[in-house]
């Protein structure tokens, strides 16, 4: 029974603690959790994905999270790639996808092969209309320059393709796939952008300056309509009617993060993005978790490998090991700070600026504190909590401070960032009694309770009487404390139960129950009652579930029409527990004849066939009249092994086999017998005339 009741407390406080950590996402890096579900969700079928895009999708995760599982597909991916390269008729995005897949794992691709891709995507790009087919294009000779030692790979009109790209482009920072097509598109944005950035590697002068702008400010313009989600993440979502067009935000925020990452890197000057708006796009792609798709994994990891090392802003992740801290364990408060791929951050300083409790807007709690940095274990950490912390639930406001001025453009800390915290504890129970009253309050029958040791109280009362219960709970600090949960439940012999919420004032908890007004809600059941307490909270160490004793109840008699008890559920164990075992009595055998007698018997019943044998030898039988021709003699011989046959399946009909299996063997063989009997004596009718004829 005890330990029923302490893991339902467990269930309890992680359910309550669950509940809470949702209102404030903590962001965390990436982890070996994310290594695990991509070794699940990339798993190649007979050592091959169904696709080069898929092929690629698989190689750049592992890529960005240290899996080498490239000698796993190399073969089977290195040969798609040389058949879609060295094939005039493969389709360009196929060319985009095993020129990518070429870029990891380094295929031994003839440098021909390589001219005739770049002859392709240079003449598709020259008269390219759609995005598509220039993202692909585009996209197809960066990757051939960049896998060859062809330096001089130039677009002939590089300004004219730029202006293209830039055709399609909207007033509000969004693109449209094609001219014919008036929707535009926040994913398709993403894909303009790289393909813009293509352009500018690929051209052999600078591009207008003037079309760099108007592209830059097409970027602050869609960082207009971006989307903020209460805890500071920041993210993109297609707006586009069309179903077939349409993305999710984890695949439209990872198609712009990388279009502008990569254009940044290419342009020089700022995009005077602020750095929150990018802080907030890593925690959008932290705060979703492991996704359980493997599209949605790539988009997380390639798109935050796009943030881990750009030229806009680096992100920096605060985050902590331990949200729950005890006072009773002396926790430490420990506080990690990462790149968004868990790399280490620059050097900077952790400040504890302010503690809050939750839902609360008074003044802090603390004055700002600096956390001790230790360089082997790269944690921030603050030794002992304040003394002015107590047992509740707290939101903690931190700040980093970068020492190197030059880093304060080139890596985003968000300013502030608030996280909930739990501070757990001992809550102390006193003043704990239970008593029965008459209607006049005055007390029959008051009985102290230790709710931490074990309680066998015993009372009794009828429907004039009252029940009251009362108890204090105060903090380490003599605070008030008010649990999630203070509920009073009696439970009667016939397993029905009746639950009450146990009110507060201060540190004071107290129920009284009028039985007069709740015979009608007890059914009007008397008899005995187990009376329980349960107090329970994510911050209270020591909750419990605590039998207090019974109490002998004393109810009228109900009326007719009385409210009946709901009827109680079956016990699972009568339902679907072991049935009574089933003990089968079979008919006493039949006592057999003596074993002499049996054997007498045998000798009997083979007397008839010795008779046949002696029978046989006084009439002559001889093999006068066997055919000597070959057809016929074999006629014969397969005739009397029929016959020998049917003795031998009588044999077996007495020995081993049932009736139904030897009358199916027997149908078989009476067929063959016929066959062969008809044959051989219709010979033996025909040698039988021609002899009287003669």
């Not at 605060?318 to 006072?327: E, F, G, R």
Request: hydrophobic share 45%; aromatic share 8%; glycine share 8%.
């Amino acid at each position: 029974m005890a330990g029923s009741l302490e893991g339902f407390l467990v269930l309890i406080v992680a359910a309550l603690i669950c509940s809470s950590s949702f209102a404030s996402s903590i962001f965390q890096p990436i982890s070996d959790s994310h290594r695990s579900a991509a070794l699940e969700l990339f798993t190649p079928r007979d050592g091959s994905f169904f696709s080069l895009e898929e092929t690629y999708e698989a190689l750049r995760t592992f890529e960005v999270l240290g899996i080498d599982k490239k000698s796993d597909i190399d073969t089977a991916a290195c040969q798609s790639v040389l058949e879609i390269l060295g094939s005039p008729s493969s389709a360009l995005k196929d060319l985009f996808y095993a020129l990518k897949v070429n870029g990891i794992l380094k295929c031994d691709i003839e440098k021909d092969v390589f001219e005739g891709v770049a002859s392709r995507l240079q003449a598709t790009v020259s008269g390219a209309g759609a995005l598509l087919d220039f993202y692909y294009s585009v996209g197809g000779l960066v990757l051939v320059k960049d896998q060859t030692s062809k330096d001089d790979l130039y677009l002939a009109d590089a300004e004219g393709v730029f202006g293209s790209i830039k055709a399609l482009s909207q007033s509000d920072g969004r693109w449209r796939y094609n001219s014919n097509n008036p929707e535009s598109s926040t994913f398709a944005a993403g894909l303009a952008l790289e393909a813009l950035s293509g352009v500018v590697s690929l051209s052999s002068s600078e591009i207008d300056r003037s079309l760099i702008g108007t592209t830059k400010n097409d970027i602050l313009k869609l960082f207009d309509s971006i989307e903020k989600y209460d805890d500071g993440a920041f993210y993109f979502d297609e707006k586009l009617v069309d179903a077939h067009e349409h993305q999710g935000p984890l695949s439209t925020t990872s198609s712009v993060v990388r279009g502008l990452t990569a254009f940044a890197a290419v342009t020089s000057g700022s995009l005077n993005l602020p750095s929150g708006k990018v802080l907030g796009l890593a925690r959008f792609l932290l705060g979703i978790g492991i996704p359980g798709d493997a599209k949605d994994l790539f988009n997380q990891i390639d798109s935050l490998a796009s943030l881990e090392s750009n030229s806009v802003s680096i992100p920096l992740i605060l985050s902590l090991p331990a949200t729950v801290l005890s006072l009773t364990k002396k926790d430490a408060l420990k506080v990690k700070v990462n790149t968004v791929l868990g790399s280490n951050a620059p050097p900077l300083t952790v400040k504890l600026v302010g503690v809050f409790r939750s839902g609360s807007k008074d003044t802090s709690l603390i004055e700002g504190q600096e956390l001790k940095f230790n360089p082997e274990s790269t944690v921030y950490a603050l030794d002992a909590l304040p003394k002015s912390i107590d047992v509740g639930k707290y939101t903690f406001v931190f700040e980093m401070v970068l020492h190197d001025p030059d880093h304060l453009n080139l890596y985003a800390t968000g300013g502030q960032t608030r996280i909930p915290i739990f501070v757990t504890g001992v809550v102390k129970v006193d003043s704990a009694e239970i008593s029965v009253l008459d209607s006049d309050l005055g007390s029959t029958e008051t009985k102290k309770i230790d709710l931490a040791g074990e309680n066998t109280v015993s009372l009794s009362a009828n429907h004039l009487q009252k029940l009251r219960l009362s108890f204090q709970l105060s903090t380490s600090l003599g605070h008030a404390f008010k649990p999630h949960q203070a509920i009073l439940k009696l439970t009667h012999e016939t397993k029905v139960e009746h639950s009450f919420v146990v009110g507060s004032s201060g540190k004071q908890f107290e129920i009284n129950l009028d039985f007069l007004g709740l015979v009608e809600k007890f059914f009007y059941l008397s008899g005995k009652y187990n009376v329980q307490l349960t107090v329970g909270d994510a911050a209270m160490e020591n909750s419990f579930l605590k039998a207090i004793g019974h109490l002998d109840l004393d109810l009228p008699e109900p009326p007719e029409k009385a409210p009946q008890p709901p009827p109680q559920p079956l016990d699972q164990n009568l339902r679907y527990g072991p049935k009574a075992e089933i003990t089968h009595i079979f008919r006493v055998p039949e006592k057999l004849p003596p074993k002499e007698l049996s054997h007498a018997f045998l000798g009997l019943t083979l007397f008839p066939l010795l008779g046949f044998l002696v029978g046989l030898l006084r009439l002559g039988v001889n093999l006068k009249n066997f055919p000597s021709s070959s057809v016929p003699a074999m006629f014969a011989v397969l005739f009397h092994l029929g016959i020998a046959a049917v003795l031998l399946l009588y044999a077996l009909f007495w020995l081993k086999w049932d009736l139904f299996t030897t009358l199916k063997a027997l149908g078989f063989l009476g067929a063959f017998l016929m066959f062969v009997g008809h044959r051989i004596l219709s010979h033996l009718a025909s040698m039988s005339s021609k002899l009287k004829s003669a």
